[in-house]
């Protein structure tokens, strides 16, 4: 993709195109740029101008309460009919539809564009969403990177197969985290106790109780990723790298040594971030259904209450204190006791004691923390490995800075990119070092500034220098 999404973006559709789906109108266009899509979707040909003038008068009469903005040119409108003209030419001067006038046979054929129906696709996925499901595509990548035999015989193929199950194993994950949420807001909006016992047991427990999340847990994912991130640091070794290296210049003959071990290394760096997203993501999804399971029955106790017989007796209770404590706290109503209408309790009695029933813990206070020890530092090791690379592979403006500095010549001395890439350019972490001077080059914090030839001499055609498989436009670079 060159330039920034926003460019490409807008240079497909009109800003008015997703700016009917912010107004306030938005609920009115979106239900009629559904029926149009689907009707359209059935026709090959097209629709007829008046069949989808028809349609969006159906629309048009489901929201008559909708108040258009002052200058919206369904203001104005009086009429059915003139409302739904001013929504079709809303949505065609919006670029969501498209009309075909000069044909031979009169007739005004409509179509729906393109972007619009990718775009509606998506807007019916967030509306209507899927169920959530778990597939063994995380305890399948776990089973291959600790299968010895599989690494040995395909290394790279399997590489690139864990990945793209890694990466459909954390979207399921992140639906499912979505789909709990979603229970949960059902739930609190549960105005009954039949509502709430139908999202609790016919919803969340057929979909994903005793589906995915059962699924989830009987995968013992914590164990078996341990074991899978050991494996893939065993890929590391010479030999593995040095087969995968193989099989990508295999693939792709036009790349060098150098960028096809950079490749391996990449994509073994992606697969290591990708499996260490599926604990803590897992983690969340067990606290959310925990959250779930405790607002559940936190609301129907709530219902029970205020929905039963025992809510005139309750309301009946509360509104007496109101009447004699006016503008008191509840907190002050203890020494008022003998004020406070009686509560109608019913008698309880445990007749077995109350040996057998729970009782809460005791609380302990908090003791000194005692320093773990210190003897596995395998994680710190590659924590550190990690943070060496990353500092390593940065293109700052200080690593450009040092590749400067470390340059012959004193200040407004120059040299040519043909000469860095001759004497100073050797391998890849150089080539690094040159690229990050040319990206900070108008940095205010750069030592140094670079001079195109070309833009001084305003010619048509540059001279490029090729070195380690790089094609670098000839330049100067001089010290400040």
Partial sequence: ???????????????????????????????????????????????????????????????????????????????????????????????????????????????????????????????????????????????????????????????????????????????MQKSIERHTRRQLAASTLKENLSVLFDQFAERIGRNCYAQLVHARLPAKLSEARRALDELALADR?????????????????????????????????LLDQVEPLADAIDRRTAEFTRRSHARSRYLQETTSENRATVQAFFEGLNRRFAGRHVAELEELAEDVPA??????????????????????????????????????????????????????????????????????????SDRLLGEFVHNDEDMASLIACLLHARSADARYRVEVPRDRTDADRATFDTKLGYRVERFHLVKK
């Fill in 1 to 175: 993709m060159n330039g920034p999404l926003s460019s490409n973006l807008f240079r497909e559709v009109r800003p008015e195109f997703f700016r009917l789906l912010a107004g306030g109108l938005a609920r009115l266009y979106v239900d009629a740029l559904d029926v149009v899509e689907a009707e359209a979707a059935r026709r090959s040909d097209g629709l007829e101008r008046e069949e989808a003038l028809a349609l969006i008068e159906q629309v048009v009469e489901r929201h008559p309460d909708l108040v258009p903005e002052p200058g919206d040119a369904l203001a104005t409108a009086k009429t059915v009919r003139e409302k739904s003209l001013a929504v079709f030419y809303t949505l065609k001067h919006a670029g969501w539809l498209e009309e075909q006038e000069n044909r031979s046979d009169y007739r005004q054929i409509i179509f729906f564009d393109a972007s619009g129906t990718l775009l509606l696709h998506a807007l019916r996925k967030m509306a209507l969403p899927e169920g959530a499901v778990f597939s063994d595509k995380l305890v399948h990548v776990c089973t291959t990177l600790a299968n010895p035999d599989a690494m040995a015989n395909q290394p790279w193929a399997q590489v690139e197969s864990c990945l793209a199950a890694l990466e459909v194993g954390l979207n399921e994950l992140r639906t």
């Fill in 241 to 273: 790298l040095t087969a995968m290296q193989t099989e990508v210049m295999r693939r792709e003959p036009s790349l060098s040594p150098e960028n096809a071990m950079a490749r391996v290394r990449l994509r073994l760096s992606d697969l290591g971030q």
């Fill in 343 to 416: 509560l109608k309790l019913h008698e309880v009695r445990v007749f077995g004691g109350i040996e057998s029933l729970y009782t809460p813990r005791l609380r302990r206070t908090a003791g000194e923390i005692e320093p773990l020890d210190d003897t596995d530092t395998r994680q710190q090791d590659r924590a550190l490995a990690q943070l060496e690379n990353t500092l390593r592979d940065s293109l700052t403006v200080g690593r450009s800075n040092q590749f400067v500095a470390a340059l012959p010549g004193d200040t407004g001395e120059g040299v040519s």
